[in-house]
């Protein structure tokens, strides 16, 4: 069986480079999600301060990002169960 050792030895120099570059890529990447998350945050938290609810801005942005006639199956979906537990 080859070890770890082995194979970082077998691997050539441009395919390490290249490994190294993506690597580099997806750490710059991350530090940019943890940057806009960040900054998203700070908007909820300005919008709180105008006394929108934060709760219902998340779901308004969950629900926009689906189209209209699966959020209107949904929606009937969410009525017909209410009616069913409800009555």
């Known amino acids: 069986m080859i070890?770890?050792?082995q194979r970082a030895e077998?691997?050539?120099e441009t395919t390490r480079e290249?490994?190294?570059?993506?690597?580099a890529r997806i750490e710059r990447l991350?530090?940019?999600?943890t940057e806009l998350a960040a900054d998203i945050r700070e908007v909820y938290a300005e919008s709180k301060?105008?006394?929108f609810d934060t709760?219902?801005?998340?779901?308004t942005i969950a629900?926009?990002?689906i189209e209209a006639s699966e959020r209107a199956e949904q929606e009937a979906l969410v009525e017909l169960y209410?009616?069913?537990?409800?009555?």
């Open 49 to 51: 301060t105008f006394g």
């Open 63 to 65: 629900l926009r990002k």
């Open 82 to 87: 209410l009616d069913a537990v409800e009555g």
């Open 30 to 33: 991350e530090a940019e999600k």
């Open 3 to 5: 070890t770890d050792e």
């Open 10 to 12: 077998s691997m050539g």
């Open 18 to 23: 290249k490994l190294k570059q993506f690597i």
């Open 55 to 59: 709760k219902i801005l998340r779901k």
